[in-house]
Structures are given as C-alpha cells and as structure tokens.
C-alpha cells in the first residue's frame, strides 16, 4: 500500500503499551515478592521463557516475522499473568505447560495476537485448575519466604508443602462455611485466624493495592480506561454489600470481596484485555459487571478457589453481542436513535 | 467581552502543529511563471467547457471556462497572455490522470479585463448567485465546493448562525492564519456580505486559540468596521477541530449528520478564505484568480506566498528552497493532504498548502501489526465511530458491515491512523472500502441499466412478434373469406352447369372452407405453382426487381409457413 495521509503519527506501539502494563504490575509484584517470597520471581521467569520459547516456534511454523511479534511484548505479559494467578510454589512444569498452552492454543491457533477470543492467560487456569485441582490450591503461607524451600517446591523430587502452604482466605471461608459445624460465621473465620489480616486477608490485601495503584496509572497513562475496572469493583462491591447485610454470618463483605483473590488483578489487568474484552464504552460496563456478578457467584457457592477465571471466559464468550448492541451513536445521529426508541 | 459558551466535539488529536515555521514571514506575492497550466476542474461539480483556443490573446480575469450547469464554477485567466493550448496536462491529484488545461504564456503586463463592483445589494438573490458562480468563487479551505450553491438561507428561510472557519487545524498550514492578520477587513466585509445573503441572525467566526494574533487582527477589523452581528470566538486547538461540522459543534452545538444539509439545521459555514473571495468577487467584481498558499515542510523558508493559479508548484517550491533531502510533494497538510505525481502539477483552487516531505521528517511507517483493539482510535475519532471495526470489515471486503458501523460518515481525518499503535493505515482501509462500494454501486447501476436495455429488446421483440402474428391473422381470415367466396360461386354454378351439360368438377376447397388442411393444400398448391414459375430462371444474375420479386414470395412463403404450423395442432386432434 503507498504511504497515505496521515504522513505523520504519534509515537505509539504496541510494544509500548505491553511494557507499560508490564511496569504497572511491579507494585503489585513488589508486595508479592515481600509477603510471600522470591518464588513468584522464579515463576515469572520460567513463564516468560516459556511464553517466549511457545512465540517463537508458532511464528516460525506460521511464518510470520519472528522478530517483530516475539519483541511486541504480548506473550510476556501473557506468561506474567500465568505466574501472577498460580500459587508460587507450583511444580516448575506446571507455570511452563499452562504458558504454552495459552501462547500456542488459546492465541496463536486462533490467530496470533489480536485474534483470540479468550483471554490466554484465564483459559490456561481454568484447564490447570481442572487438570490438577490440588496443585493449584497450594498456596504459600504468608510471611513464609525462605527462598531455599520454595525452591525445592518449584524444583525438588521431595515436595514437603505442609509447612509452607496455608488456606486463602477465600477457601478457608468457602471450606468452613460448607463443610465444618453450622455455628461458623464469616467474621469467625477471618478473625479467628491470626495470618488474616482485616481487609482481604494479610498480604493479599498488601498485593492488591499494589495492582490497584499500577491500575490506576495505567488508566492515566490512557491504556486501559475507567470503564472496566470501575464497573467490575462496583459491581463486586453492590452484590457483596447486598448479600453480607442480608446474611452476614454467610456472605462476605464488599471491601474483602474485593481486596482478595484475584479481583483486583483482574479489574486492571486481565478484565481489561482489550482482544478479548468489550471493546465500547456500555459494552466494557456490562462486560465488566458480568464478570464480578459470575466471580461472586462462583466464589460464593462453587467448588474452586475463585472464579475469576471462569467468570472471564464466560464474559468472552460474550463479546461479540456485547459490542454489537452497545454501539455508541455517531457524530449527528444521536437525535435519530432518541427518535428511533421513541417510535413513528 | 462575554465568554460565549462553547460545546466540544469528542475524539480529536493534538499532533505537533509546525505553525510557526511559516507564519512569522508577512505573505509574498510569488512571481508570474513562464507558463501557466490552468486546469478547467477546479471544483466539485460540472467540469466547466473551454472558452479559448490556442492562439487567443486573453487578459487577467477573462473567463476561459463557462461553468457547466448549476453545479459548476467558472475558471478565468490569473493573467494577461496568450493561450497557447488547451489540451490534458498532469492534474494536481494523486491519481496522476490528465485532464483539460488552458495554457497561458504571460505578456508579463498582467493586464486586467474591465471589471467593476457587482451591485449585489439590488440584485435578486438568483443573480447574485450567478455572479458569485461566474466569478469561480468557491470553498478555498479545500473542499472546493461551488460557494454560490452555499448562499441561500435554506429551507428555513433563514440562518441562525453563520459559521467562518478560520480555525485551520491542520499542521503546518498558515494561509487562514496570515490573511487574517494581514486582510481582516477583506473577510469581514466578506462575512458580513454572506450575512446579508444568508440572511443569518449572528456570525460566528471561529479561529482556533493557537493563533492569538489572528483572533486580534480580527477583532479590531470587527470594531473598526463596526461590523453587526459578526463575532470572533477563540476554540481550543484540538485538530480536527477545522472540519466544518467539528466547527459548527463546537461554536453551536449543533451536530449535523452525515448526509444532511447544514442549513437544514439553520447552519452555514464557509472558510475566511472564501468570506475574502466573495468579498472581492462581488465587491471589487474581481473573479477569483489566485490564493494564499503555505509552502512548508522540508523547505529553507517556510512562508505563505499569494500564487496564480496555473502556477507549477515546483516554482513556489523554488522560492522556499527544498531541501536536498525532500522526496515529495504534498497539497495540503500532514493529517490529510494528497500526495503529488509530480513537482510540476499546478497550484489551484484547493492548493492551501504545498508541503514537502522528506524520509527525515515524515518517516516512513513502521511495519504494520495486527489491531489488538486497544480503542485508542475509537477514543481519537472525532464522529464517535467505532474505527477498528470498520477496519475489520474493510480487510475482510464485508463492505455491507462496514457500511453499517458508518463507514460514510468518516471524514478521513486520519486521527485514527495518528493513534494507532499496531500503526495500521486506517485511513487508507476506508479510502479502500470506500471506493470498492462505490465502483460495485456504480457496476450495479450499469448492470442494471444492461438489464433494462435487454428486457426493452425482448419486450419489444415481443410485440413485434404479436403485431405481425396478428396481422398473419388478418391475412388468413381475408384467405378464408376469399375461398369462402369462391365456394359459394361454385355451389351457385352446378346447376347452370348441368343446364349446360358440362361436367365441372368441385373444387377440393368447395366443401370444407374452414377446414385449415384445405386452406393449406391451396397455399401449397399456389406456392408450388410460383415455384414453378420461378425455378427455371437463372438465380444467380438477377435484376434488383427480380430480387424484390423473390423478396415478396419469400415473405409469403414465410408466411404461409407460420400458417401451417398454427394449423398443426389442430390436425394432431
């Protein structure tokens, strides 16, 4: 094609934008790395070399410019995503395999970056999670951090995980409340435990404001915008209030709602992948709000640590009539679509 | 002063402006060319037809091209010379066609044609029309549509704001910015005439506040003339904040459509450069020969110089000095200028910028990647589309999808392009969309036309095919009635026959007149008889009245032939 007007640009790339959500995930990163140890980095490593690896050969065999796609920044912070949402201490092949399966299958099988209709990072948890039920709910204790240990977690033949793994507050509370005595209530359960903290669980809580505050960056950096993360924490908020004020012995509070788990990692940072999300400003709004209404759901009263990654997918899988029927109006037509509800 | 309440427009981009490159020089007056190649389509509508031959002696300001039909504009010699052909020469439009020029060699007295002030105030409005239509005035931001068919009031009766766009969004771009300074008065004058005409209640003048100077000059040339109605409002400089529905918002409110008349809404607007063009087409009775032009870019001396239209480019270059390293020439700005075949295509009506480009300064772009629809060109459109997934449809050639995210409304402004990070030629994909839509259109319409031009031919086919089977139907009847005839001539004459003792025998015919087999023994026998008649003679030299002799049997025959065959059926019974 010959180089038509416009002839200039503003200095923009999708490398940029990559390395700009990756930069906005290093304050969530840095409580991680803090509460429960440098395992997480070793995880991150081998995601990203995974992603990497996984990259380079679907290109080559698809014989697309390796370079510029390998370079563009999407696979890693893919990989990123993989590791952030696996428990730290997960066998090494577990964060490899999860990778290539989200770079090889979810994206480049359905076309290569800017194609797949899922979110790679959350269709690799939801297969994992099924796969390996047990592995995925292993999480480390918090303020356990001696590196050697979780080494020998990631890597050793031996995996003695009982004195380094501890219950998320969000299965201890699903745990209890279905299976032990009657008499056992939410605030029970978060306080009797000395490691939850007040908020969303101790340490949890510390990583989420982090996520929070590269959010919230990456929304002033014009990246992602308000529309999804302020719609999804809302609407996580709304239900959780409503539930807990019915039923409090049962139902979670909105703050807890939303400072644990993965709800803040996904209002900034998975909800808001632009290839897989809503792309209009009402369709981000529903698009979002599906997504905690199904996460609450799922934490609620289903069987897995969260539902973040299920309520995700789930959310993809209606992209396409999202978008299709919250077309915004166009410039001159507003008064002939106000006009069109109103009817001949 | 109040502070009138402005409206914003969504979207919009803020590139790097390059304004003042050109606009701290005063404007210059760009010599006369050895040659000047004046294009007869130098505005949207009818190509006006040629009024000169080679060899005529013209002055500055004489008609050469007539407007052709309402929709059209006149063209009129920038100068005093000779013609010395009126034939296609390269046009300014990045298609590299040729279409019809005059030619004109200068005398170098630049001699004008008698012209004087046009008395548009008693004239009817269908006359000023005419004026402004015969003075080649017409909408100089670049759009070169016919001003005269701007000039009505609508179908309202009247305006209630008349919009002058001096906003001039676009980069580089300083020729609304210097004539403002420099000729104020021209272009109120100027609007107040498109006032009057208009019969607008306010004019608003809309200049965009990165140009304070401009906003002053007018201002004063406001108070001094005491010019009505008429303000000078400063916008946010936010391009395309220069397009004219863009304007119209911001300084409204008002969002005209796509596909919609502006005055529908009680709206106008016209460029300040075409509020001076009118005032000194009716005012001055001077047609329009020349304009303000930005030369910039990859140029020593950015400046505006006041160009003869015909004037090649590659002359007012010349007085800018390229630079070695410049690889093309670009009528209009960055944002949404054309690319030109040739250095040598002349300046016209729409050139308010030539820019020249270099490698250095507008780089090639960068390779293209797939749109990860981030929606950063959803958020920089300034008509609210939802531009990547015009660009879906646009790729995959689903252009009825494409149509239905609005692919029309597009003003092509390139904000898109500007923003995207997968640096996808937006625009270009439209552009593409556009013209594919339009050339299926324009194939449907001829298939269309082919059809109806065959279903006419069997149509008519048909009727002749009726008329003559009706008239076959005459003939038999006649037939039929002739023999009927006969027979009852022979059923009368047995009995005088008998007197007579003469033993006629009846004819085959006399008992069955209705019977067709009958009918067609005696066809078969008549033709046959003609055949005789005719078989001995030498077919091959034959006179022209024996050809039509043969012609004629060969009709009947042909005829009779059509008779058996209706007859068959009935004999199968």
Redesign the interface.
């Known amino acids: 094609m010959i180089n038509n007007s416009p002839y200039f640009r503003q200095p923009a790339s999708v490398r940029g934008v990559m390395l700009k959500v990756l930069a906005a995930l290093l304050p969530g990163l840095a409580a991680y790395v803090w509460f429960f140890g440098a395992a997480i980095l070793v995880q991150l490593a081998l995601c990203s070399a995974a992603a990497l690896a996984g990259e380079w050969a679907m290109l080559a065999i698809r014989k697309k410019p390796v370079w510029l796609f390998l370079s563009d920044g999407s696979a890693v912070v893919t990989a990123w995503l993989v590791a952030l949402t696996f428990p730290p201490i997960a066998p090494w092949w577990l964060g490899i395999m999860a990778t290539l399966f989200a770079i090889v299958v979810v994206k480049h099988l359905y076309g290569g970056l800017g194609q797949n209709p899922f979110n790679p990072a959350m269709a690799a948890y939801c297969l994992m999670i099924v796969a390996y039920p047990q592995i995925m709910s292993q999480w480390p204790a918090v303020g356990f951090t001696d590196f050697s240990t979780q080494l020998t977690a990631i890597f050793g033949p031996d995996r003695h995980l009982d004195a380094i793994t501890m219950a998320t507050p969000l299965d201890a509370l699903r745990t209890q409340l279905h299976t032990a005595d009657a008499r056992a209530t939410v605030a029970g359960i978060l306080g009797s435990h000395a490691t939850f903290g007040n908020i969303g669980g101790k340490g949890w809580e510390w990583v989420a404001l982090g996520y929070l505050i590269g959010g919230v960056w990456l929304v002033r950096q014009r990246i992602i915008t308000w529309h999804i993360p302020t719609a999804f924490l809302a609407t996580l908020a709304a239900i959780a209030t409503i539930a807990s004020l019915a039923n409090p012995a049962v139902f979670a509070g909105p703050v807890f709602q939303a400072f644990t788990g993965g709800a803040m990692l996904c209002a900034f940072f998975i909800a808001t992948d632009p290839v897989s999300g809503a792309t209009t400003p009402r369709g981000k709004l529903i698009f979002a709000a599906g997504i905690a209404l199904l996460t609450w759901i799922i934490r609620t009263f289903g069987a897995y640590p969260d539902g973040i990654a299920f309520a995700t997918l789930l959310m993809n899988l209606c992209v396409p009539l999202i978008d299709m029927h919250t077309q915004p109006p166009v410039f001159g037509h507003k008064k002939d679509e106000e006009e069109d509800k109103k009817g001949p | 002063m109040m502070l009138k309440k402005l409206f914003a ?2 979207g919009g ?1 803020k ?2 402006y390059h304004k003042g490159e050109s606009n701290h020089l005063p404007i210059a007056a760009a010599p006369l060319p050895a040659e000047l190649v004046i294009p007869l389509h130098q505005s949207i509508g009818g190509v006006p037809h040629p009024l000169v031959h080679a060899g005529d002696c013209v002055r500055k300001g004489q008609l050469i091209g007539g407007p052709d039909g309402n929709v059209s504009s006149a063209v009129h010699a920038s100068t005093s010379g000779t013609v010395k052909a009126v034939e296609p020469r390269l046009m300014p439009h ?1 298609s590299g066609l040729s279409a019809p020029c005059v030619v004109i060699e200068p005398d170098g007295r630049d001699e004008w044609i008698e012209h004087a002030p046009v008395p548009w105030r008693s004239m009817s409005p269908g006359e000023v029309r005419d004026a402004l239509r015969d003075a080649g005035v017409v909408g100089l931001g670049g759009a070169v549509f016919p001003s005269h068919l701007k000039v009505n009031p609508g179908k309202l009766g009247h305006l209630d704001t008349l919009v002058i766009n001096g906003a001039e969004c676009e980069p580089f771009i300083t020729c609304d910015d210097m004539q403002m300074r420099e000729r104020p008065e021209g272009i109120v004058k100027g609007a107040a005439i498109l006032r009057d005409l208009t019969q607008a209640k306010q004019v608003l003048v809309g200049i965009e506040d990165n140009k304070p100077e401009a906003v002053a000059a007018m201002r004063a040339a406001v108070e001094r003339l005491k010019a009505e109605r008429i303000e000078i409002v400063a916008v946010p400089t936010r391009y395309p904040a220069g397009g004219a ?1 863009q304007l119209i ?1 911001v300084l409204t409110g008002i ?4 596909g ?1 008349r502006s005055t529908d809404y009680g709206v106008q607007c016209f460029n300040t450069g075409t509020a001076y063009a009118v005032w000194e087409a009716l005012e001055l009775g001077r047609p329009l020969i020349s304009r303000i032009v930005t030369v910039a870019g990859n140029v020593e001396t950015a400046r505006n110089y006041e160009v003869h239209f015909g004037t090649p480019m590659q002359d007012v270059i010349a007085l800018a000095k390229a630079k070695p390293d410049s690889d093309r020439v ?1 009528m ?1 700005g ?6 030109m075949p040739s250095a040598a295509v002349p300046v016209v009506k729409a050139t308010n910028c030539i820019l020249v ?1 270099s490698k250095a ?7 293209e ?8 060109c ?2 920089a459109c ?5 531009p ?2 015009m660009y879906w449809f646009s790729r995959a050639k689903i252009f009825g999808k494409a149509q239905e ?2 692919l029309f ?1 597009c003003i092509e402004c ?1 904000c898109c ?7 996808i ?1 937006l ?2 994909y439209y ?1 593409f969309a556009k013209s594919e839509i339009w050339a299926r259109e324009n194939e449907k319409t001829a298939a269309d036309t082919a059809r109806e031009r065959y279903e006419f031919r069997l149509a008519r086919e048909e009727r002749e095919k009726a008329e003559k089977a009706a008239k076959l139907a005459a003939k038999a009847t006649e037939t039929k009635a002739k023999l009927a005839a006969q027979a009852a001539a022979a059923a009368a004459a047995p009995a005088d026959a008998e007197a007579a003792g003469a033993a006629v025998p009846p004819e085959p015919t006399s008992t069955a007149t209705n019977d067709p087999k009958a009918l067609i023994a005696a066809a078969m026998a008549r033709a046959q008889a003609q055949k005789a008649v005719v078989h001995p003679e030498n077919v091959e030299q034959i006179s022209p009245e024996k050809q039509a002799e043969i012609a004629e049997i060969e009709a009947r025959r042909a005829k009779l032939r059509e008779v058996a065959k209706a007859a068959q059926p009935q004999e199968d019974q």
Do not use: W
């Not at chain 2, 960055?334 to 690319?339: D, H, T, V």
């Not at chain 2, 990647?369 to 950063?376: S, W």
């Open positions: 427009f969504n981009v590139p790097d990045t529905k918002r969002e005209v459509p796509h919609k670009i209009g960055p944002m949404m200028g054309y690319r480009g300064l507008f780089p090639p772009p960068p390779p990647m797939p749109c990860i629809r981030c929606g950063e959803a958020l300034p008509v609210d589309l939802q990547f997934e995210y609005h409304d390139g392009a500007y923003v995207c990070p997968s640096r030629p625009v270009d552009r």
